[in-house]
């Protein structure tokens, strides 16, 4: 189970990164979908996307890893009003079908994603965890338990 656990924190903090990069790529399919309630739309995709590609790295880096996964699962959260706002008002994003069914759908996988990002909250085995740092470089006292 350990290797799959892996692979799969491998495949979200990729996704994650990859998904931040796109909020400074291409800001305007994010701005159209934060509530009009929410002031400085641009500002909170930049800052999302931030916190997408630092949670995705922080998911690679063992000592900060469980941290991460907090983080992310505090912006799974915090961006969960803009989707609502697309499913609600059936913005159009680019590579979305603009289905109200496909909104269903969507809005659900937010708690799936919650919780992927929550079994990466628990202690890893450090010697399998996926790491960007070389093990032999992480100081035994920056290692969680």
Known sequence: MGKYKELLRVIL??????VGVTHFIVPDQYVRIVPPQLPYPLELVYLSGFYE???????????VSQAAAWGVIALFIAVYPANINMAVNLIKVDHIPNSPWVHVIRLPLQAVLIAWAWWYTKPSNREQQASLIPKSLIPKELELE
């Open 13 to 18: 903090a990729v996704s994650l990164i990859v």
């Open 53 to 63: 590609i630092l949670g995705g790295i922080g998911l690679l880096v063992p000592p």
